[in-house]
């Protein structure tokens, strides 16, 4: 690769990047492990909020990565430091999965379903009609209408499927309200992860394989990106746009030092 930027540190998606739904991708593992030997700080920064970090470093394991929580931060996690910082005392209905839901009773939050003052939505793939009606009754009650994430498709061995995105489309059309997202590509999660990082953004780099998510989160920011090409999003998807600051066809032609 041509010269480039040394960084302190790394914000790296996990699906499409480190691997691809059940498939592994081994140049990721090696350079994960790179970074591990060379104790160079990195966050695995993910829309995806159906795993507690803790469930994160298990899955990673199937992926041949050893990892800490202290590496870990999700739009779930992103979205309990929002909600302690401007909704401290608030009743919380729940459209999430399982994980969403522990770390919001976790951190002292009442879940109500019937005259809540939050409604939090994210990726949950038992959904039913009935909950998507009580969550548009809430919001269209004045409930605060906040989703994880806006990913509209997951891919994985199957091909794209659908996610937490596709939930809050439904929901805005169903509520006419806009959500205030903590995911990719949006501040809320950027911000929590750097101060788990603790670097500055000008000395890290965000790689992800997602245009619309991870390499628009980054340029939002103010952030360098790399986009990896095993994942979501090509070199003809992204013709036009804001170009990442780096393109590369997978993580075996980044080094670090």
Known sequence: MDTKKEYKGFLIDLDGTVYLGKNRIPTAERFIQQLNDLKIPYIFLTNNASRRPEEV???LKNYNIDTTEAHVYTSGMATIDYLKKHHPKARIFPLSGE????QLIEAGFELDYENPDVVVQSYKTDLTYEELAQATLAIRKGATFISTNPDTNLPSERGLMPGSGATMAFLMASTQQEPII???PHAVIMEGALE???LQKEDVALIGDN????????????????MVLT???????IAGLTQPTYIIDDLSHWTVS
């Open 57 to 59: 470093v298990a899955h």
């Open 211 to 226: 245009y619309t998510t991870d390499i628009k989160a980054g340029i939002d920011f103010g952030m360098d990106t790399i």
């Open 231 to 237: 994942g979501f999003s090509t070199r003809e998807s």
């Open 196 to 198: 788990q990082l603790q």
């Open 99 to 102: 994980a969403v839901r522990s």
């Open 182 to 184: 903590m995911g990719k």
